[in-house]
């Protein structure tokens, strides 16, 4: 693998931004933002842009929680189909969020220890 092979990664660019989800770039990380209701009407706009986030070599992904409003099981599972590839792919995908709800959705379904929340995307707490 050469050392453009990160940058070749990106070069298809993610899916257009919806108003369940965007990504972004920010350094070695791309951060895919979820926002207001992630359900089963809503779960495969976010699994469409973490599809294309867990598709190239070693992806280091931050799914950003922060502006969700509810997220039920149906994100648990594209959450964990997606961590699945990055891990087959050689990589990670990390989960961030602030609210105490996410922390209790994750330990009542016994994904806390799979999905630790990080406080935020700035370089603090991922390596």
Known sequence: MTPDADADDRA???PAA???ARTRFEGRFTV???AGEIDLATAGALGEHLDAATAGARPDVLVDLRHVEFFDCSGLRVLCRAEARAREHGGRLRVVADQPRIRRLLAGTGLLR????????SGEGRR
């Open 18 to 20: 919806n108003p369940h």
């Open 12 to 14: 298809g660019g993610p």
């Open 32 to 34: 895919v933002e979820a």
């Open 114 to 121: 799979r999905f630790p929340p990080l406080p935020g995307t």
